[in-house]
């Protein structure tokens, strides 16, 4: 089952989907965000995520990279003490250095989106290999879904979901690029 279908009347799911999930954001801040989450969500699900995430935006200053790209050890043991959120000591060092190589990328490409639209469009094993390289803590999936989640590659929606064409009306960054350049 779709994602699309699932979520329908989900008190968290259902939000996520309808109002973010796919639609693409030049924000730094909310694209870090979403990288931050797919992170935490490894090993987890989706909904654990969706129920923590008020709370992981408090304990993380609203995401702002260059607040936690400042974080030391105190912030580290401070999040670690935080029962609201997901206490695993690399997840928050993987944030903390996220947001630290952001600092740097943003400041050659001008912003997180920017970075993104230069190397667009890739394959997703293309894809992994970068944020690899630019980043801790990734893998395929954490890769796969923040992209589908910002717009970058495609598969977030059917083409049935009642939101596929108000996203496409959006022109994420996928559709600038015939389907088959996102295939394997």
């Excluded at 699900?45 to 105190?74: C, H, M, P």
């Excluded at 630019?134 to 598969?155: D, K, R, T, W």
Aim: net charge neutral; with cysteine.
């Amino acid at each position: 089952m779709h994602y699309c279908d699932s979520s329908k009347n989900h008190p968290f799911h259902g939000p996520y989907h309808d109002l973010e999930y796919g639609i693409p954001t030049r924000d730094d801040n909310e694209l870090f965000e979403l990288l931050m989450l797919e992170i935490n969500q490894a090993g987890l699900s989706w909904l654990t995520i969706l129920k923590k995430r008020q709370a992981f935006k408090e304990a993380f200053d609203g995401f702002d990279i260059n607040t936690v790209a400042q974080y030391g050890e105190k912030d580290i043991q401070r999040l670690l003490n935080n029962p609201a959120i997901i206490r695993n000591r690399l997840k928050i060092k993987a944030a903390i250095k996220n947001a630290q190589s952001l600092q740097k990328l943003i400041e050659t490409h001008g912003s997180f989106a920017n970075l993104l639209d230069s190397e667009h469009p890739k394959k997703l094993p293309d894809w992994v290999k970068w944020f690899k390289k630019q980043f801790f803590f990734m893998g395929p999936e954490i890769v796969n879904e923040f992209l589908m989640s910002s717009g970058y590659l495609p598969g977030a929606h059917h083409s049935q979901c009642p939101l596929y064409e108000k996203i496409l009306a959006l022109k994420p960054p996928w559709t600038m690029h015939d389907l088959k350049t996102y295939s394997l």
